[in-house]
């Protein structure tokens, strides 16, 4: 059973940084991409990031282009997300996701219904 384990939310000011952990179980991580996800309240889940299975690819949402990165270390099963330059708008509970197939080639799926396992979910409050 694949577990994914999130850590690293918090409160910060607006133009501040948090780094968000993802440690994942269960399977052979190295073999899938990652994504990370954020809903905020009242709204849809929505793809923030992601990141192929050899961590050589990303691709990243508008709204957190330039300002967030996603990166992973497959030898500790663990993705991460640096966000920097926070905002309002970012406050939202951060997911991190993987897909049930095998992702090779680079590949990075960005549909929310692409993602088959999640996280509990870590809460990044952003004040102005």
């Known amino acids: 059973q694949v577990q994914l384990v999130e850590s690293g939310g918090g409160l910060v000011q607006a133009g501040g940084s948090l780094r968000l952990s993802c440690a994942a179980s269960?399977?052979?991580?190295?073999?899938?991409?990652m994504g990370w996800f954020r809903q905020a309240p009242g709204k849809e889940r929505e793809f923030v990031a992601g990141?192929?299975?050899?961590?050589?690819?990303?691709y990243y949402a508008d709204s957190v282009k330039g300002r967030f990165t996603i990166s992973r270390d497959n030898a500790k099963n663990t993705v991460y997300l640096q966000m920097n330059s926070l905002k309002p708008e970012d406050t939202a509970v951060y997911y991190c996701?993987?897909?049930?197939?095998?992702?090779?080639?680079?590949?990075?799926?960005?549909?929310?219904?692409?993602?088959?396992?999640w996280g509990q979910g870590t809460q990044v409050t952003v004040s102005s």
């Open positions: 996701a993987a897909p049930n197939r095998v992702t090779t080639g680079g590949a990075i799926p960005i549909g929310r219904y692409e993602y088959d396992y």
């Open positions: 269960g399977r052979a991580f190295s073999m899938y991409a």
């Open positions: 990141i192929s299975s050899s961590g050589a690819n990303t």
